[in-house]
């Protein structure tokens, strides 16, 4: 099979790296892919934005299947694109349609579809700019801290929390009213904070069927011990010791089950991932959001555990057919940890030369923000998020150990990372 793999982040590298391991693989393309995924395939200097020319490189290259990796092309349509030309319809999407991709790009739809569906999640309500006055009223009724979310896509950083009634009031009137976040701007979700430990569930359906992949859970601060700005992720731990058979049941049964029918129900077509970002509360899971693709970076940790051939996998969704598959996965636990650019995630340095990787032993390392200078060759910075260092232990404190080892050997001006991550799960 020639595939195409759309993305260019440590969740693309951790894609590609699994599927060029596929007996079914004969030609692997990116794009625009890294300095990573250049080494396993072929990039391809194409925006996922760009439909018309990801059709022209569908063709050139023979592609017998289109992997969707960022949020982007999903809610803009890049499946319904596909399905209405003649010319490449038949080739799979591997991804939902836009109506289904509503999941992530609208919290207002998500919100009213779990609504509908009596899917355990905290109390909202929704507001625009016409209704300031009764969005700072709701604020009243809550309690701190406050949580307020832009309805779409903003780039990770639509969520702000506030623990002052005041300085939610004015966040909430900034984001409405100067289109902080542009389009996504134009609602905001205010909704009841809630207490407990967070952690990232995934499941691959086509459509009909479902199966649970691995579990992980992510540290979106830059600061150790969750302090500072909200990041795309600063590292990512698989398994969760708290996610027991209890704990997944319900989430089963309360969450993904309801979710899958909910789709169905509605007539949307879902095929892909489902990313449920859950909240545990006292041994019940929330849903905190949805996101129609995989985490980033839970990619980089739970790919790795995953045994099957991914290809084989993305076949049987396309074909719809995934019933018959049986999910295998390492019981060891993997860990990672996320290098990023100095400045970061705020406006930060690019274009820094990157050393040591060869170095590295015992452990993957996964491209995120990075590209080969074209005069020379070597490895730069090109992003906020640079390099993910994942390894595997028998426990989390050895996976740690190794991920953190490997950390210190790859060098580049302004490296930043967190030195805590999975510090919630192994006292």
């Known amino acids: 099979m020639n595939i195409l793999l759309l993305g260019s982040g440590g969740r693309e590298h951790a894609l590609a790296w699994k599927i060029s391991q596929s007996s079914l693989l004969s030609r692997l393309f990116i794009a625009p892919g890294n300095a990573g995924t250049a080494l396993i395939g072929t990039n391809l200097a194409i925006s996922v934005l760009d439909f018309p020319s990801i059709k022209k490189a569908v063709l050139e290259h023979q592609i017998n299947m289109v992997i969707v990796g960022p949020e982007d092309p999903l809610v803009y349509g890049i499946y319904d694109f596909f ?19 509503r999941l992530e790009g609208s919290k207002d739809f998500a919100k009213q579809f779990m609504r509908r569906y009596e899917i355990p999640t905290a109390r909202y309500m929704t507001f625009d700019k016409t209704t300031i006055t009764a969005g700072i009223e709701f604020l009243h009724t809550l309690k701190p801290p406050y949580v307020l979310k832009a309805d779409g ?26 289109n902080r976040f542009g389009s996504a701007s134009e609602k905001v979700i205010i909704e009841e904070y809630l207490h407990g430990i967070e952690l990232s569930v995934f499941v691959i359906t086509d459509g009909k069927s479902f199966k649970i992949l691995p579990e992980a859970k992510d540290y979106k601060r830059i600061g150790e011990r969750d302090t500072g700005a909200n990041t795309g ?17 319900k989430a089963l049964e309360q969450i993904i089950k309801p979710t899958i029918k909910g789709l169905i129900t509605e007539g949307i077509d879902y095929i892909g991932f489902i990313f449920f970002g859950l909240m545990n509360v006292n041994g019940n899971p929330f849903v905190i959001e949805y996101n129609c693709r995989l985490g980033d970076p839970e990619t980089e940790s739970i790919i790795p555990r995953l045994q099957n051939d991914l290809l084989q996998l993305f076949n049987a969704v396309a074909t719809r057919k995934l019933e018959r598959e049986i999910i295998q996965i390492d019981k060891r636990t993997a860990a990672t940890v996320m290098l990023v650019s100095k400045g970061y995630p705020d406006a930060y340095e690019k274009f820094k030369v990157i050393t040591g990787e060869k170095s590295v032993t015992g452990s993957l390392i996964f491209h995120a923000g990075t ?21 595997f232990g028998a426990t989390m404190a050895e996976a740690l150990e190794k991920s953190y080892k490997n950390a210190e050997k790859i060098t580049y001006e302004g490296k930043h990372y967190r030195r805590d991550i999975g510090f919630d799960l192994c006292s």
Not at 83 to 101: E, F, H, M, N, T
Not at 154 to 170: N, Q
Not at 238 to 249: E, K, R, Y
Request: glycine fraction near 10%.
């Open 371 to 391: 590209a080969a200078n074209s005069e020379t060759g070597e490895v730069i910075t090109n992003g906020g998020r640079v390099m993910a260092v994942t390894s």
């Open 153 to 178: 896509l903003a780039a990770g950083k639509g969520v702000i929390i506030s623990d002052s009634l005041e300085d939610a009031i004015t966040e909430f009137t900034s984001i409405l009213m100067e």
């Open 233 to 249: 992720g600063m590292g990512s731990v698989s398994p969760v010791p708290f996610a027991n058979d209890s704990f997944m049941d």
């Open 83 to 101: 399905l209405a030309d003649p010319q490449i319809c038949r080739v799979p999407v591997i991804g939902p349609s836009a109506k289904g991709a």
